[in-house]
């Protein structure tokens, strides 16, 4: 039974990149008197191939949550598909047990979008992070946006993503600006020395060095070809280190692990690492000399740190991007070019003072307490907001 007094919350994490951002939100949730909270994990969280990043969870010292196992291939479409029907199930079963007060979720991804439906299906009003923002080249914008329309309360990271939300037809009195968690998380960073590091992960971070990470463009049919492009790219470099982070769970990762896995197996200056958990990863990060792929952390988080970021191709198109950003298609030429161009002092001394339009003081607390002050009796409705057209 659930005390009069308390509200219950559900939150669902279905990746390394999700609970890194909500990891700081969740403990402060934690310790509020008058919340319950219910912290379900899915997705590559249980699966070993892709680092188990449960563990993450309790290194962060949340003892209890609950597993939700679901098939982990990503080869095509229908693996896909059938992870999706085996959460919905079994989150289903979760919802008709549980009676949640509001689910809260952070992004995009489709175990996220079937949390979304099931709690419409079982009138639990949805609290959305993140939303508003484009990724052009992957599905997870088109689930982005229709999560939103599921949502009730939407906490963007800025401004432009807000105003793309009201143009949606959401209520504005519910579409909010309090910055972003995970620019947060830089400014609270705990700081964790190279030597420890090193031995935990057995890498070598006193050279300069990169960090790589390489999603699958899921709406594109080039991820082979523009991954062979950019590990010929950084073949050239044999002074420089550069260190891998797995690809997540979408449509072809399992693929893109295996080519940099063998790539790293014939270059010493190469390494893998399935997942470094987000205290480890953000310190790595401000180690670096910059970032390379087209992971949203080089455009959103990796300018607080004063280090440059190479985004390649589309996935990213439609963020907002800062002068420490260098966009490159997959064309070996530009991004060798792309690269000097972070390691030259020019580019270094001119991203020094970049501003981060993602961060404001007070993200995680100002959430949690507007969250607290919502009446849900008030949200399940919802009307398309009249807007100038």
């Known amino acids: ?34 919340i319950m909270l219910d912290l379900i994990l899915t997705g590559s969280h249980i699966s070993k191939k892709f680092g188990e990043t449960k563990k993450e969870v309790r290194e962060n010292n949340i003892k209890y949550f609950y597993e939700l196992k679901i098939p982990n291939k990503n080869k095509n479409a229908n693996d896909l598909s059938l992870s999706s029907s085996v ?31 099931v709690a419409t299906l079982y009138k639990v009003p949805i609290i959305h992070l993140s939303g508003g923002d484009e990724t052009q080249a992957s599905y997870d914008n088109q689930f982005r946006h229709a999560i939103t329309k599921l949502s009730h309360i939407h906490f963007v990271t800025n401004e432009i993503s807000k105003n793309r939300i009201i143009k949606m037809g959401e209520n504005p009195k519910n579409v909010i600006n309090f910055g972003s968690l995970s620019v947060e998380n830089i400014y609270k960073l705990k700081k964790i020395g190279k030597k420890i590091i090193e031995k ?106 004063k280090i440059g970021t190479l985004n390649l191709g589309n996935r990213q198109t439609g963020r907002i991007q800062l002068k420490s950003v260098i966009n490159s298609d997959f064309t070996k030429k530009n991004i060798v070019n792309g690269i000097k161009k972070i390691l030259s002092k020019k580019f270094k001394l001119q991203i020094q003072n970049v501003k981060n339009p993602y961060y404001k003081k007070n993200t995680s607390e100002n959430i949690i307490q507007k969250i607290i002050s919502y009446d849900n009796q008030n949200l399940l409705i919802k009307k398309f907001n009249n807007i100038s057209i």
């Open 1 to 34: 039974m659930i005390s009069l007094n308390k509200k219950k919350y559900c939150i669902l994490s279905s990746s390394r990149a999700d609970f890194g951002i909500l990891s700081n939100f969740i403990k402060k949730l934690l310790k509020k008197k008058n």
């Open 87 to 117: 959460l919905l199930k079994k989150l289903s079963k979760k919802f008709k047990k549980e009676k949640y007060n509001n689910l809260i979720i952070l992004g995009d991804r489709f175990e996220i979008f079937i949390a979304a439906y």
């Open 200 to 305: 935990e992960f057995k890498i070598q971070l006193s050279k300069d060095f990169f960090l790589v990470t390489f999603h699958p463009e899921t709406l594109g049919y080039k991820d082979v070809r523009n991954l062979k492009s950019l590990l010929s790219a950084i073949s050239n470099f044999k002074d420089i280190q550069f260190i891998f982070t797995s690809s997540n769970t979408d449509e072809g990762g399992d693929l893109i692990n295996s080519m940099i896995k063998n790539f790293c197996k014939n270059n010493r200056n190469t390494s893998f690492i399935k997942s470094f958990g987000q205290n480890k990863y953000l310190n790595v990060m401000k180690y670096s000399c910059g970032v390379i792929g087209n992971s949203s952390s080089g455009v959103c988080e990796a300018p607080s740190l």
